[in-house]
């Protein structure tokens, strides 16, 4: 078995979901075929020029075949707490994603600009209703509404009743 916590499948799995047989990877990656087979069975871990080489064929990065076969297994990660403007929030932070649960009487306002980096942002009304500028624009949101902006823009969240929303962060940088 190779060595490290990086898990190859996912070659298989890039390959089948494309519809590319070993053979096809093997011709348009020049890498042979039995080094592919030993590679997807974790047999053996691929040098970064032939890293380099099989993500061409899949249309991704490096990097991202890296990071795909590092994250190959289930992760779990405990929730933190933290309160702003009213809004008392629990949140879980993954590589790409973070999800935010925030719960406010009327009346709250948040803004946490330093939170946002090239994001996705989008909010859930769960119950009650919200105010949310972006930039110059105001949105009224109720229950069971949803918005999706980019997060780096300004923007403010009003409560206009006690309310409870989901908030989902993606990171732009790692869509494949």
Not at 31 to 54: D, F, G, K, Y
Not at 70 to 95: I, L, P
Not at 154 to 171: F, G, N, S, T, V
Request: charged fraction near 20%; aromatic fraction near 8%; proline fraction near 2%.
């Amino acid at each position: 078995m190779a060595s490290g916590h990086y898990n190859f499948t996912i070659l298989r799995s890039l390959r089948k979901a494309q519809g590319y047989t070993i053979a096809d990877v093997a011709q348009n990656s020049g890498i042979s075929t039995a080094v592919i087979s030993r590679i997807e069975r974790n047999q053996a871990m691929p040098e970064l020029e032939t890293l380099a080489r099989l993500s061409k064929v899949f249309g991704i990065s490096a990097t991202d075949l890296l990071g795909l076969a590092e994250n190959r297994t289930a992760r779990v990660v405990d929730a933190q707490h933290y309160s702003s403007g009213g809004f008392d929030f629990q949140n879980v932070h993954f590589m790409d994603l973070q999800i935010f649960i925030g719960v406010a009487p009327a009346g709250s306002k948040v803004n946490r600009p330093e939170v946002h980096h090239n994001d996705t942002e989008t909010c859930w009304v769960l119950s009650g209703s919200i105010e949310l500028m972006v930039g110059a624009d105001k949105y009224t949101l109720k229950e069971g509404e949803a918005i999706q902006f980019d997060a780096v823009l300004e923007h403010e969240y009003r409560a206009l009743q006690d309310c409870k929303i989901l908030l989902l962060h993606l990171h732009k940088g790692k869509r494949i």
